[in-house]
């Protein structure tokens, strides 16, 4: 599976980005897709995920109830929507994505990762 991140930048605190996630190489439908952030100095961290197969997501502590998480079946695209951004979500996010069915939110569970894409807010 081949994974491409885009859609960070630079916004100002309280504003909104939408991610992609497109990916390629593979069925998705028996896929889980996560996102991470990593921001300098600190750990990946777990975001989001959700399965392919029925849309079932979760999401980690530090960004819940601040996002949301789609898929396009058609495009073989999963989005995350970020809104009311803090500085603190300052950091290079990646998606990544594993065959399973469980909502794994810890890096060592998946085995394709993207790029990152880099988001900067300012205060």
């Known amino acids: 599976v081949q994974l491409q991140a885009s859609g960070g930048g630079l916004v100002q605190a309280g504003g909104s980005l939408r991610l992609s996630c497109d990916a390629s190489?593979?069925?998705?439908?028996?896929?889980?897709m996560g996102w991470f952030r990593q921001a300098p100095g600190k750990e990946r961290e777990f975001v989001a995920a959700?399965?392919?197969?029925?849309?079932?997501?979760s999401y980690g502590d530090s960004m819940k109830g601040r996002l949301g998480l789609s898929r396009d079946n058609v495009k073989n695209t999963v989005y995350l929507q970020m809104n009311n951004l803090k500085p603190e979500d300052t950091a290079v996010y990646y998606c990544?994505?594993?065959?399973?069915?469980?909502?794994?939110?810890?890096?060592?569970?998946?085995?394709?990762w993207g790029q990152g894409t880099q988001v900067t807010v300012s205060s």
């Open positions: 959700i399965r392919w197969g029925d849309g079932s997501t």
């Open positions: 190489g593979r069925t998705l439908s028996t896929y889980v």
């Open positions: 990544a994505a594993r065959q399973t069915f469980v909502l794994f939110s810890t890096t060592s569970n998946y085995d394709y």
